[in-house]
């Protein structure tokens, strides 16, 4: 796509050159009630009960960061389930001999669910 050099906004350029022509500057006595009120907030003494608040501990930090309970809880519980999924499927996929018959059977944990796979 070209463009043109043409401009047809003749109204949206004349407000704009009216806002860049009419910035109104700040009294300098503005400026000076500035500087005297953030002098004198910063001249007197600290209060007992403005004084800042110390940061929490590391650990009690990360456990807000982390969410607590509830989320902690899940971490552990998921952890929990992949050690025992990691454990299992090893443990699980074996080939293993029955003792009344020639054939060999495999574990699999998850045989159930390729029928859900299936769906689409």
Known sequence: MT???KNDDFDLDA???EARIGVPTPNPALFDQI???AQSVL???LSETSKPVSSPPWWR???IDIGGWPTVTGL???GI???WIGMSSDLLSTQTIAPDTNT???SDPFSGLDLAMLEG
């Open 81 to 83: 389930f992949g050690v």
């Open 76 to 78: 552990a519980t998921a």
């Open 3 to 5: 463009q043109s050099n």
């Open 104 to 106: 060999v059977e495999l």
């Open 43 to 45: 001249d007197e003494p």
């Open 35 to 37: 500087i005297a009120d």
């Open 15 to 17: 407000l704009f050159q």
């Open 61 to 63: 930090q990360l456990w």
